[in-house]
């Protein structure tokens, strides 16, 4: 009987621990990417049309690691998964919005450089690093030569998107002189206190310091020249309107309700079609926006959103995460100025 315990016990023990080794092994696979279908035109590419040497990117590919939390990850986004006001829980809290003073208060000469030089309003500059990585605090724990290995070779939703991150990223490492094996980010290969993709990093990052050496990682200052030059180059306008909280008429037409695209219809146009601001302020019968919905604490929330809106939707096409930024900005602004 003694021996027969023992037995079982001895058993238990080894099943726990195939579990437990069954469950991190899930998390992370030796892959070994140079050895995938889609690796040799990949690497072809990298060396007929950018000079890399072929034993480079093989050694990268050989030493990047599948990550199954990735894939977790990215099929199930918050934006996607959650309504308005549990998403606006996320960001715009009171913990967030006292990191983000501190930020404006700490960085307070960077911000405002980067506001009169690059013409975009301080408190989204914050709200924007605030909403990706709390300021800072959390930009991501992913190698991004992992991330976008398993999503450019294994996620076929997207793939071809991903490889050519992959391919930015080579890019940026080269000419950054940084280490393809030790950066960091986000699931999706995002990066820094901003989060910028290798795409976006080469397009809009800025060494605002003029060091020599453009530093999204470890550099707030930098990270905000960034940012701001982000909005800048998608025609942010300071001074101009957001948003506005709108009226519905009875038979308003759905059918132009949380469009992903440029406004394109005019206030007047809209009032014709059953969308009126509650408060008009100086907006000109002529100026474009967007109808939008929102599911909040108390039911259905309507607005409109102007050009700026669309800007902040270029950093991150959600509706959910633009109406976060905008709030959490006007919370922060109006906080710092008690």
């Known amino acids: 009987m003694v021996f ?124 924007i690093i605030g909403v990706e990585t709390r300021y800072g605090r959390h930009a991501g724990s992913y190698r991004v030569i992992d991330a976008l290995t398993t999503l450019g070779f294994d996620y076929p939703k997207r793939a071809t998107f991903f490889r050519g991150q992959l391919e930015h990223f080579l890019l940026m490492v080269r000419e950054q002189k940084q280490d393809a094996l030790t950066l960091k980010g986000s699931y999706a290969g995002a990066m820094g206190y901003g989060q910028f993709i290798p795409s976006s990093f080469r397009a809009y990052a800025v060494d605002f310091d003029k060091d020599g050496i453009t530093d999204i990682w470890n550099n707030p200052v930098d990270a905000i020249g960034s940012v701001a030059n982000y909005f800048r180059a998608h025609h942010w306008k300071t001074g101009e309107p957001v948003v506005g909280r709108t009226r519905i008429n009875e038979g308003y037409d759905k059918s132009i309700l949380n469009q992903k695209k440029k406004p394109k219809h005019s206030l007047t146009e809209l009032s014709e079609k059953g969308f009126s601001l509650v408060e008009s302020g100086e907006h000109t019968p002529d100026t474009k926006a967007m109808p939008l919905m929102y599911i909040g604490e108390h039911g259905k929330e309507f607005w409109l959103g102007f050009n700026n809106f669309y800007v902040i939707t270029r950093y991150n096409h959600s509706r959910l995460y633009a109406m976060a930024v905008w709030q959490l900005s006007q919370e922060i602004k109006e906080r710092r100025a008690l």
Request: glycine residues 6%; aromatic residues 8%.
């Open 4 to 127: 027969n315990l023992k037995l079982k016990g001895i058993l238990q023990i080894a099943r726990n621990l195939a579990f437990v080794c069954a469950g991190s092994v899930s998390f992370s696979v030796a892959a070994d990417y140079s050895k995938h279908a889609l690796a040799g035109d990949f690497v072809n590419k990298m060396v007929t049309e950018h000079g890399f040497e072929k034993k480079y990117v093989v050694g990268l590919l050989s030493e990047a690691s599948k990550q199954q939390s990735i894939l977790d990850a990215i099929s199930r986004p918050a934006e996607k998964t959650k309504e308005w006001h549990e998403y606006r829980n996320i960001f715009v809290q009171e913990s967030r919005i006292k990191q983000g003073v501190e930020f404006w208060n700490t960085h307070s000469e960077t911000i405002q450089r980067a506001t009169k030089e690059l013409g975009v309003a301080s408190e989204i500059i914050v709200a």
